[in-house]
């Protein structure tokens, strides 16, 4: 990257069960410098979870604040629980010249591409449907009634791979992961 170039947002977003995390956390295990965004929700702490580490706790009060006062790049429900990332430490690292990442579901995804049109949005797409939904089944922990809709899920989230500025197809963890810090400008 030239020095005067500054690093943009990347997107990283797809499916369910398509790998995002584990790609994720291969990248940054190579190359440490790429800041991933902490997401701010309004769940409680799983054990072994940190506060600005893992995720930012709020309460439904402070997440309704952060909402009105436009300090969210992208927000969702999920389950009951709010999720979003924070506006404010996104630019902080850009203008830092730190390489951001975030990994989100595609409603956030789009969000970002309203607020932050010049972001590059990243699609991490099954190397098949049959590898997707072997992905979602196989874990066996779920009932029927929640897979299917996983898979209903999935099915409109690749529909919606046109919107995405480039699609990296996950054969390889680590294939992938190369690909995405070059697209990031990192290697």
């Given amino acids: 990257m030239p020095p005067d170039a500054r690093p943009r947002l990347t997107v990283l977003s797809g499916p369910s069960?398509?790998?995002?995390?584990?790609?994720?956390?291969h990248m940054r295990k190579e190359h440490p410098e790429v800041w991933l965004s902490v997401s701010a929700t309004t769940r409680k702490p799983r054990p072994g979870e940190e506060?600005?580490?893992?995720?930012?706790?709020v309460t439904d009060e402070e997440m309704d604040k952060m909402i009105a006062n436009g300090e969210l790049?992208?927000?969702a429900e999920f389950a009951g629980n709010r999720y979003g990332t924070p506006r404010a430490a996104v630019l902080e690292h850009l203008e830092a010249g730190v390489p951001v990442l975030l990994e989100i579901d595609l409603?956030?995804?789009?969000?970002?591409?309203?607020s932050m049109p010049e972001?590059?949005?990243?699609f991490l797409a099954p190397p098949s449907w049959e590898e997707l939904v072997r992905r979602l089944t196989g874990r066996g922990t779920e009932p029927p009634?929640?897979?299917?809709?996983?898979?209903?899920?999935?099915r409109t989230e690749l529909a919606a791979e046109p919107e995405f500025d480039r699609t990296l197809v996950n054969t390889s963890v680590e294939d992938v992961a190369r690909e995405l810090l070059a697209l990031m400008g990192v290697v």
């Fill in 51 to 57: 506060h600005g580490v893992h995720y930012f706790f």
């Fill in 17 to 25: 069960g398509v790998g995002k995390s584990t790609v994720v956390a």
């Fill in 73 to 75: 790049l992208e927000w």
């Fill in 107 to 114: 409603q956030g995804a789009r969000q970002v591409r309203e």
């Fill in 119 to 122: 972001g590059q949005l990243v």
């Fill in 145 to 154: 009634e929640v897979i299917e809709r996983r898979l209903q899920a999935a």
